[in-house]
């Protein structure tokens, strides 16, 4: 059994199809053009399918759909996406017509989350607990190894948990927020703060093709022992402690999963999270946890994937 992932990105698209051991077999992208509206997006979506049906026919059983915003996984449908500009946006129906595949929703997180059960976890620690460090700071969360949802389909908003009153602004309107500290937008507007020469900074510290001001070049910088970066990273990794000390003692996970871009500055960030995770009263559920960076930077797509195949096998089973 085959199963197609598609992670949309604010953007490009990401299409692959995955094995039910996680073997990406195919892969595809095209540029997300949102502004050019859901219904034009569907049609282009699904004009890509015929290719992999040509090469794996009836091998291929299910389509899994990962999303940025606020997902109804039951209807398949996009609440809000502040990144696609998309509001009530219905996904997996039209698709699921148009290619005659069963199609499964779900927030990006989710699918990154799944896939970190499976692919990093092997399905063999039942809780764990999955941030996506980027731009912003999804979460997904497995619970005794089934995808949790709550009420609404809206659990694990934690990028959003207020971590300093009248704080810093956030994308989602509010202040104080997690995502305001360690998306890498308020990264890099802390580094603004400390760096006197941006521009000098990112021609001697940024990645050699682009020379851009950007957290590849915050890591490099800290690399080379620049004081202001390695501060910058240490006050993220102070926040991301707060953040998930909420989460661990709230759930007490085996796993704490990150991944996503800013998760590749782990060696400037992750001294002080441990500092604040060690620093806890409540000490037996930080002594269980377990921290995993992940080096694949495809969870979402391949745990898309994986997540259809699993609702394909198991229609109770994920959710
Ligand atoms: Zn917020």
Known sequence: ???????????????????????????????????KGAADFVRRLS???PAFRRKYGKKLVSIGIGAAGDVDPEKGKIRFSPNLGWRNVSLAAPLGRLTGLP???????NMAAWGAFELE????KSTAITLTLGTGIGTGLILDGKLYHGATGSAGEA????????????HCGGRGCLEAYCGSYAIMAR??????DEAAFARRFGAPARRKFNTICLTNAAAAGNRAALRVWAETGDYLGRGLAGLILLLNPDYV????????????????????LRNQQIETPFARVRVKVSDNSDLGSHGAALFGLE??????AAN
Do not use: Y
């Open 257 to 276: 999963v990150l991944t996503g871009g800013v998760s590749k500055a782990k060696k400037w960030f992750l001294p002080a999270m441990n500092a604040v």
């Open 103 to 109: 199609c499964f929703m779900e927030n990006d997180a």
């Open 47 to 49: 004009a890509i399918i």
């Open 121 to 124: 976890l092997g399905r063999k």
């Open 1 to 35: 059994m085959i199963g197609i992932g598609i992670d949309i990105g604010g953007t490009n698209t990401k299409i692959v199809a995955v094995n039910a051991a996680g073997k990406l077999v195919m892969q595809e992208r095209f540029r997300t053009e949102a502004g």
């Open 191 to 196: 580094a603004r703060e400390l760096v006197k």
């Open 159 to 170: 990028g959003h948990f207020k971590v300093e009153r009248d704080g810093r602004a956030c």
């Open 311 to 316: 609702k394909k096998r198991k229609p109770c």
